[in-house]
């Protein structure tokens, strides 16, 4: 996994920006036909805009490809990981402006441990970097963002351990978005962790076995993340989900979506429709959520079937209209037949 990540301030943004498209396109002026692929992408962006009806609370991402991505410039994995914080950072303003309450970056794994050790220190300067830009910029304080690390981070250097401290001290105040960023992560470190807590604790006559529940789990899981994750993005192409929060995520069934795009050329339009895809997902498990309920109420019927009714009431709207007109039929029978 092929996986940086930081944030930048708006201006060094843009410095940053206009260097990666200088490399991409050279000197250059855009083509026609470049510039018109510019306003069909942003048309393109805007009806997706229009067609969203609801929004992820918590997305995870996977951001995958920033070496690829260096080396299909002919750079080394230090400038495609800063081309990735700059991705970063516009996502996290995407998630602001679509109303996501939290998000989960994927930064470094307890598997990137086994990189080269000058790449793996190059990363930890960045990310030393970006967290205390982070932590300083206006914007963040006007948005209210609070920045949190999930993971094994007592096997992190002492100065990236500092720079996670400054940053999570700086913004411990706020609740309007929450990131956290995973770093020495592991989804069945994570797992594995809290089972032995568990058994310690009931060997230790601490917690009595028939007691244990999900929230007995969740109080030992890392401190974090505060929603199960409704959407989780992964770029680059791999089509897995690399142990990636498996009990918010997997727990919680969250839509997946998979993109082709590096991490650093990830754009607006890809971030759009990874939520259409939440959509559709949350469309389709409302109308299960119906359809199953419709057939308890057939089967059982009169005060039986009442939990049943309830939860058909609650998603009938996801229905066809057919449907719809059908149950309601049913309904207005059912209350003649109890009326007489």
Sequence with gaps: MDTPQGIKT??????????????????????????????????????????LSGTPSHVAVIQDGNRRYARQQGDDASEGHRA???????????????GVDELTLYTFSTENFERPEEENEALFDLLCEKLREFADADRVH????????????????????????????????YDNLQLNIALAYGGRAELLSAARDVTGAVDADEL?????????????????PSRDVDLIVRTGGDERTSNFLPWHANGNEAAVYFCTPYWPEFRKVDFLRAIRTYEHREESWRKTRARRAL????ALG?????????????????????EREAIESETDAEFERTAD
């Design 142 to 173: 006007d948005s209210e963002v609070r920045i949190r690390a999930i993971g094994e981070t007592g096997k992190l250097p002492e100065r990236v351990r500092e720079a996670i401290d400054y940053a999570e001290r700086r913004t411990g105040g």
């Design 208 to 224: 009595d076995a028939e007691d244990i529940d999900v929230e007995t789990v969740e109080q030992r899981l890392y401190e974090g």
């Design 84 to 98: 990735g914080a700059e991705t970063t950072e516009q996502v996290l303003e995407w998630c602001r402006e679509t």
């Design 295 to 298: 057939a308890l109420v057939r």
């Design 10 to 51: 708006a201006s060094e943004g843009s410095s940053v920006r206009s260097k990666h498209k200088t490399h991409i396109v050279g000197l250059k002026e855009p083509t026609q036909m470049e510039r018109l692929g510019q306003l069909a992408r942003g048309a393109y962006e805007r009806l997706l805009e229009l067609e």
């Design 302 to 322: 009169g005060a039986e079937g009442h939990d049943a009714r309830r939860v058909l009431r609650r998603f009938k709207d996801a229905l066809p209209s057919a």
